[in-house]
C-alpha cells in the first residue's frame, strides 16, 4: 500500500479530512485517569480471543494487564481490527494498540512504535494439495492469495507477487474460513500462531510453508505519534518484563511453544 493510498485509508476511516489533529494522552493524563486504554484483535488467537466468558483473552491481553499493573492503573481492552488499529491510535480512541502491529517504516510514518515485544516469522499458509514450496510460486495468474486487510505482507505481495490475484478480507477468522472452503490457494502471512487457529479444521490437510527469505519482522506497541512520554515508558517497561522473562512466559502460555526467533533485548531505546 502505497504512502497515499495509506493516507486516504485513514482520512476515510477517521473523517479527518482537514480538521487539526487529536491530541493523545500522555503519561501524565493517563495516570491521572487512573485507567490504560489498549487496542487488541480478538479475531487474531491466540494472541487474543473471546473466551467461553465471552471476555477477550489472550497473549496479549495478559501481557497488557502486566503493563496496565506496572503502571499502576486500571486495564480497559478496546476491540479493534486489523484495518482499523492505526486510526484507533491517531483519533486517540486508544492509549497504545496491540493486534500484531509489527514496525514498519511505512507505518513508522503515522505513528510511533516501543522496542520490540515479540518477534513474526513467515510463511505460506495452504492445504497439501497444492504445490507451493517457496514464495516464487505464488507468483502466478493462477494463484489466488487470501489476505486481511491493513496487514504487512499486502505490500510486499503487490510489488514481489503482482501475477497473483489478491482477495483482502476484513479477519483471519474469515481468511481461515475461506481457504477451508477452497476460495483460494494460499494466504502469505505470519505464522506464529497459525497452527492455534487451523486446528478448528481438522478436515484439511493443512500445509504451512516457512519462508526465511522473507526475513523476521517484529511487533511492538503502537502510540500517537510524538506521545514520548508514553513510548519511553513503555519501552522501560518491557525490557523489564522481557529480562524478567515475563514476555516469554505468557507467549509460551498462549503459543504452547517458545518464540521461533528470541527478541534481542537492550537496555537501550
Same mark, same amino acid.
Given at each position: 500500500? $502505497?504512502?497515499?493510498?495509506? &493516507? ?16 493523545? *494522552?500522555? #503519561? ?8 490504560? *486504554? ?37 486495564? !480497559?481492552? /478496546? ?11 491517531? &483519533? ?19 505513528? +510511533? ?30 494463484? =489466488? ?6 496487514? $504487512? &505482507? ?21 481468511? +481461515? ?8 490457494? &494460499? ?21 504451512? /510453508? ?5 526475513? /523476521? !519482522? ?15 515508558? #513503555?519501552?522501560?517497561? #518491557? ?16 503459543? #504452547?511453544?517458545?518464540?521461533? $526467533?528470541?527478541?534481542?533485548? =537492550?537496555?537501550?531505546?
Amino acid at each position: 500500500m $502505497t504512502m497515499s493510498r495509506f &493516507a486516504c485509508l485513514l482520512a476515510a476511516c477517521l473523517g479527518l479530512g482537514a480538521t487539526a489533529p487529536v491530541s493523545a *494522552r500522555s #503519561l501524565d493524563d493517563i495516570l491521572k485517569a487512573g485507567e490504560l *486504554r489498549v487496542g487488541v484483535n480478538p479475531t487474531l488467537p491466540p494472541r487474543a480471543l473471546f473466551n467461553e466468558k465471552n471476555e477477550i483473552d489472550g497473549f496479549e491481553p495478559e501481557l497488557a494487564k502486566a503493563v496496565a499493573d506496572k503502571l499502576g492503573v486500571k486495564l !480497559t481492552l /478496546v476491540q479493534v481490527g486489523s484495518p482499523d488499529r492505526i486510526p484507533f491510535v491517531v &483519533a486517540d480512541k486508544v492509549d497504545i494498540v496491540m493486534g500484531a502491529m509489527s514496525r514498519t517504516s511505512e507505518r513508522a510514518k503515522v505513528i +510511533d512504535f516501543t522496542a520490540p515485544i515479540h518477534s513474526e516469522n513467515y510463511g505460506i499458509v495452504t492445504t497439501d494439495a497444492k504445490p507451493f514450496a517457496k514464495l516464487a510460486d505464488l507468483n502466478s495468474e493462477s494463484v =489466488t492469495l487470501i489476505q486481511v486487510r491493513g496487514t $504487512t &505482507a499486502i505490500p510486499f505481495i503487490q510489488k514481489n507477487l503482482p501475477k497473483a490475484k489478491l482477495v483482502l478480507l476484513d479477519n483471519y477468522n474469515d481468511r +481461515d474460513r475461506a481457504l477451508a472452503q477452497g476460495r483460494g490457494d &494460499a494466504s502469505f502471512d505470519g505464522i506464529d500462531a497459525v497452527a492455534y487457529r487451523l486446528k478448528i479444521f481438522p478436515a484439511i490437510k493443512w500445509k504451512v /510453508v516457512a519462508t526465511p527469505e522473507y526475513g /523476521v !519482522t517484529y511487533s511492538s506497541f503502537g502510540v500517537a505519534k510524538g506521545n514520548y512520554s508514553v513510548r519511553d515508558w #513503555l519501552n522501560i517497561a #518491557l525490557y523489564e518484563l522481557h529480562t524478567a522473562g515475563t514476555v516469554e512466559a505468557i507467549w509460551e502460555k498462549w503459543f #504452547l511453544k517458545p518464540m521461533d $526467533t528470541k527478541v534481542p533485548v =537492550t537496555p537501550y531505546f
